[in-house]
T-cell receptor
């Protein structure tokens, strides 16, 4: 149980294009989903938190218009990197958690983005 | 402010040897504590978690961790390491938000190498 998938697993795009990454909880309903960014050999940095049906909460320093997050259902959240540039190249990981306070976050396998 | 410190960036052990990965946290209230493992190019897998109760927590893959409030520590241990345990290990503290979810703060990670 508690499986989270991400699609695509990797993507290469040209500078200036937009890229959408999907995060799905496969066997449970996720009240809250989280998006992280991880640079090589570094820890995970939380970008934003999204609750189903409401606007995402972004961490300080994360551009809302750059990283669009939609949490349309209890099993799906999407991250769109708009007008991507080479500095946006990174490993993006989502996680999903249930409500209730003591929930555990279950992580997806990650999406590697390379912007040329 | 909440923080997690993993003092050891890189640890190398021989297969069959015991292992202890250190984690110290800074948090004003009773913390929710987690250990995750990440294999190269993969997402994070939950090893174990502590919310309350018994301070010695058993996890998957033969790992255990002990919560010591007096030392603000949550060290991860394994009595006999296998070559497949080579990975990056992250300690995290969950901070309870009014929105009803846990926001995870990660340590910098400890990379474990296992010699045959």
């Amino acid at each position: 149980g508690a499986v989270v998938s991400q699609h695509p697993s990797w993507v290469i795009c040209k500078s200036g294009t937009s890229v959408k990454i999907e995060c799905r909880s496969l066997d449970f309903q996720a009240t809250t989903m989280f998006w992280y960014r991880q640079f090589p050999k570094q820890s995970l940095m939380l970008m934003a938190t999204s609750n189903e049906g409401s606007k995402a909460t972004y961490e300080q320093g994360v551009e809302k218009d750059k990283f669009l997050i939609n949490h349309a259902s209890l099993t799906l959240s999407t991250l769109t990197v708009t007008s991507a540039h080479p500095e946006d190249s990174s490993f993006y990981i989502c996680s999903a958690g249930t409500s209730g306070g003591r929930e555990t976050q279950y992580f997806g396998p990650g999406t590697r983005l390379l912007v040329l | 402010a909440q923080s997690v410190t993993q003092p050891d960036i890189h640890i190398t052990v021989s297969e069959g040897a015991s292992l202890e990965l250190r984690c110290n946290y800074s948090y004003g209230a009773t913390p929710y504590l987690f250990w995750y493992v990440q294999s190269p190019g993969q997402g994070l897998q939950l090893l174990l978690k502590y919310f309350s109760g018994d301070t010695l927590v058993q996890g998957i893959k033969g790992f255990e961790a002990e919560f010591k409030r007096s030392q603000s520590s949550f060290n991860l241990r394994k009595p006999s390491v296998h070559w497949s345990d080579a990975a990056e290990y992250f300690c995290a503290v969950g901070t309870r938000f009014s929105g009803g979810y846990n926001k995870l703060i990660f340590g910098a990670g400890t990379r474990l190498a296992v010699h045959p």
